[in-house]
């Protein structure tokens, strides 16, 4: 469909470039149209519709990649002016197995394309800043090694992703130590050999303003609470060491997420000194008092919270400062119903003036479940924005009714 040129005439630069950002959300097939209203436009439109560029070896869309990566390879087109974003996903592994489903004649042609124009692809996009490999398919047969080398090289990557497999659990090396200067990393079930955690430690000591980290290193054992694996669960404390002791130090992280089966202890407090954000998974191990204790003592202020489990420490921490915005609950069957009751009757009240979000979710316990209680600590946080509770029928033991719900919610509204 055209699109007349005087349509767009005398509207200011900021009003058409709103237009855009909703076209591009809304329909993102028509900026390459709009791309020829005019010169104007065409300035406008050109950075949105090429910021982001996926380059995947699989999906409705295959027949195009040789294409595609013949254009990112010359070095010419839009993208090498623009990309900022690039994900990579489902390379063509390097040997065939009964579980491939390649046709012989279309698995030659993708690995002919692989070969040949993937790296130069990649290396021509100078300007991206974001970066995610999925290797989480059937990878660790393709060139893994050579995606992770070219994407360290990009001399603009700021934020950087890493999915892996179980088929990876073995790998020796993946060359995540050539990477410098990240300000968000993402590493989803890396390899937990030594040489690996090696490589992360050296990238964190080589990213002093690292702002964002998430680590989620599952193991077998550790998602299915079966299994003989009776190894120790990872050290993920001792990767901060180095970064720690370097004498420039100075803490930047703000958000750690952490999804394995580590523990965290006061060891790791120096590194988390500026963090604001901690999101600690359902499948990891232990944090110790000590840490929640450390914590207090460096006046670290978390203003989101998201947690599997409390302990009196975790209480105690929480009451410390004033200033928690989003706190969530992951409750588990054997959380103590004492401390339940603590969280709403003290850390809520304690934070009713900030606290905006507050959660509960993976519930396989009656203990967090909402009384009438609970629910008059819930409607005196006075800005509070989004609410999600459990309120577990009366077969359970909870008297709360739907009509007290509505009353105490009603109540709320009405006061705000």
Known sequence: MSVPSESFEGLPLDVLSLI????????????????????????????????????????????????QLLVLASGQGPNARWTKRLYIAHLVPLKLDQHDGYEPERYQYLLACQNELLVKAIQSLHGVNWASFDAYDRDRKGPYLDVISCLAQLPNLESLSLLFSSHFDEVESLGLDSFSNLRRLRLIRQPLTKPVMNEVRSMLVQSPYLEELTIESYTWQSVSGGGTNNEAPPDIESLFDDAIHKPDFAPQLLKFTIGN??????????????????????????????????????????????????????????????????????????????????????????????????????????????????????????????VALMCHSAESGNDLSIDIVRALLSRYASSH
Not at 347 to 364: A, D, I, M, N, R
């Open 261 to 386: 089966s580590s523990t965290l202890s006061s060891k790791s407090v120096p590194y988390f000194r500026s963090l604001t954000y901690l999101d600690v998974g359902p499948h990891s191990g232990r944090i110790e008092d000590a840490f929640w204790k450390a914590l207090s003592q460096a006046e670290v202020v978390l203003h989101s919270l998201k947690l599997a489990f409390f302990t009196p420490a975790t209480i105690q921490y929480l009451k410390s400062y004033v200033g928690l915005n989003d706190l969530g609950i992951k409750c588990r069957y054997h959380d103590k119903e004492t401390l339940a009751h603590q969280v709403f009757s003290s850390v809520l009240p304690h934070h009713e003036l900030t606290l905006q979000c507050l959660s509960f979710v993976e519930f396989t316990s009656n203990t967090w479940g909402v009384t009438e209680e609970y629910l008059e600590c819930v409607t005196k946080c006075k800005a509070l924005r989004t």
């Open 20 to 67: 855009l950002k909703h076209v591009k959300k809304q329909d993102f097939q028509s900026l390459p149209v709009l791309r020829l209203v005019s010169k104007a436009m065409n300035a406008l439109t050109e950075p949105m519709a090429f910021e982001t560029v996926s380059i995947k070896f699989s999906g409705d869309r295959i027949h195009c990649v040789r294409d």
